[in-house]
Nanobody, 115 residues
Framework: QVQLVESGGGLVQAGGSLRLSCTAS???????MGWFRQAPGKEREVVAA????????YYEDSVKGRFTISRDNAKNTVYLQMNSLKPEDTAVYYC?????????WGKGTLVTVSS
């Protein structure tokens, strides 16, 4: 069982930046990691993902060039650097760890971007 704890959310003005962190209760070396978000009234969507060895990353089209996902396996932590934030980025952001069909989620951290 992997427990994930997100942090770093908050209220920021449009154009601002935030860095989200997700720390796992166990080693995550063999887990692909990702960030998802869910805005009010919308379905949860993937924002960014990073492979086990950080060789590959994925970004949803609307965040390309603004968000950067990274991981520090020594700290069992994955980050999401979010720049040039827009009001439409407002959502609860969830951390995800995936390996061998096992899927783990954090409880989420709220990001609110004011216009």
């Amino acid at each position: 069982q992997v427990q994930l704890v997100e942090s770093g959310g908050g209220l920021v003005q449009a154009g601002g930046s935030l860095r989200l962190s997700c720390t796992a209760s166990t080693r995550t070396n063999f887990y692909a990691m990702g960030w998802f978000r869910q805005a009010p009234g919308k379905e949860r969507e993937v924002v960014a993902a990073i492979s086990v060895g950080s060789a590959s990353t994925y970004y949803e089209d609307s965040v390309k060039g603004r968000f950067t996902i990274s991981r520090d396996n020594a700290k069992n932590t994955v980050y999401l650097q979010m720049n040039s934030l827009k009001p439409e980025d407002t959502a609860v952001y969830y951390c995800n760890a995936f390996s061998n069909g096992m899927d783990y989620w954090g409880k989420g951290t709220l990001v609110t971007v004011s216009s």
